[in-house]
């Protein structure tokens, strides 16, 4: 077997040059080493004062109070309130309205004839001037026969009551003859008012109830004190029952 000699020129020849390529790439390396900037930070001259900012310091604590504050703040109105508890009142006592009696005063159904009689507009001319006369009311013997104490006069009719006024206020069991007598006080337009019961005739008949509830209807002419009318006054009223049958021209009780 023939084995070819080992060419020692060819191999010194590139040994070379792999030594050579080594070298070079060894000096790039240690050139980019040598260049490359330094990245330290820099250092401090140790002759600088160091200085401290109090103030800065007394403001952080401040603002570090106020944010403590409003924290609470938040906390207490996030809170849930306490439900006021609920003021217990005594009850207020309700007054019961007093009962009213009942109207002495019902309506009354009268025929044309009927509101004829009692229109005062259709009473003769005598009959209205009749309160023009100078003379003085009889009074009732002895003072303080009215109620409280005070003087009586007697009654003179202005128009005497007819007896569709009289009739619906006399009691159904009332006896067939009787009277009523009451007290009024005088008011204007010849009317009467606070009528009160002085006696009855027979005693428990009703007559003298029946003549102070249908006493709103009544007029009466003033009592005079010389000449004048004395309005105000009391006069003593009576009113004489008959039970009779009631014709056509409306008469009726009197007096």
């Known amino acids: 077997m023939n084995i070819p000699p080992i060419p020692w020129a060819k191999v010194r020849q590139r040994a070379g040059g792999l030594a050579f390529a080594l070298v070079l790439n060894l000096l790039l390396l240690l050139a980019l080493f040598t260049l490359s900037p330094r990245f330290e930070p820099p250092r401090q001259e140790d002759r600088l004062p160091v200085t401290f900012d109090v103030e800065a310091g007394e403001k952080t604590e401040q603002a570090q109070a106020k944010a403590e504050k409003a924290q609470k703040r938040e906390q207490d109105s996030a809170a849930p309130q306490k439900a006021a508890e609920p003021v217990v009142r005594p009850p207020v006592p ?9 109207s002495p005063f019902p309506f009354l159904t009268l025929s044309r004839e009927q509101m004829a009689s009692a229109d005062i507009g259709n009473l003769p001319k ?16 002895g003072p303080g026969e009215g109620p409280g104490g005070v003087q009586l006069f007697e009654a003179e009719w202005y128009r005497r009551p007819s007896h569709a006024e009289l009739s619906p206020y006399i009691p159904a069991d009332a006896p067939a003859r009787g009277y009523g ?11 009467v008012e606070n009528c009160q019961t002085l006696g009855e ?4 008949s009703g007559f003298a109830r029946a003549v102070r509830l249908a006493a709103w209807q009544f007029l009466v002419l003033p009592p005079r004190v010389n000449g004048k009318v004395m309005v ?11 039970r009779t049958v009631v014709g056509d021209d409306g008469a009726g009780p009197g007096e």
């Open 232 to 242: 105000g006054s009391w006069v003593r009223i009576r009113i004489d029952y008959t």
């Open 94 to 102: 309700v007054e019961k309205p007093a009962e009213q009696p009942p």
């Open 181 to 191: 007598l009451v007290a009024c006080k005088t008011v204007d337009h010849y009317h």
């Open 126 to 141: 005598a009959a209205q001037g009749a309160g023009a006369g100078k003379g003085d009311s009889a009074a009732v013997s």
């Open 201 to 204: 005739s027979p005693m428990g």
